[in-house]
């Protein structure tokens, strides 16, 4: 019913940069929040940026000033736009997506996640 794909990753030298993507599709009647995770190996989950229905951002304070949540709602798409990346922000990136979708006369509203992106840091 739902899908998430992402674009974007790949390999970057440290100081640079990189933006990623993520396209909502289906039958989607409204999108909450939006999210960027990321998990090291080794290292749990962990949340890098939220931004809400009214644009309100959370950043986690190893990216703040380095990283900028967007999205566009008519597209259905969130991005995440890394700027003086660093070895360890090294992981693989997973966008989430807080909504609600259509089947048959039903609503049904949860969380999705996208398949993953690998972004690796190194020189």
């Known amino acids: 019913q739902v899908q998430l794909v992402e674009s974007g990753g790949g390999l970057v030298q440290p100081g640079g940069s990189l933006r990623l993507s993520c396209a909502a599709s289906?039958?989607?009647?409204?999108?909450?929040?939006m999210g960027w995770y990321r998990q090291a190996p080794g290292k749990e989950r962990e949340l890098v940026a939220l931004i809400t229905t009214g644009d309100s951002t959370n950043y986690a304070d190893s990216v703040k000033g380095r990283f900028i949540i967007s999205r566009d709602n008519a597209k259905k798409t969130v991005h995440l736009q890394m700027n003086s990346l660093k070895p360890e922000d090294t992981a693989v990136y997973y966008c989430?997506?807080?909504?609600?979708?259509?089947?048959?006369?039903?609503?049904?509203?949860?969380?999705?996640w996208g398949q993953g992106t690998q972004v690796t840091v190194s020189s």
């Open positions: 289906g039958s989607i009647f409204s999108i909450n929040a």
């Open positions: 989430n997506v807080d909504l609600t979708y259509i089947s048959g006369s039903h609503y049904y509203t949860g969380e999705y």
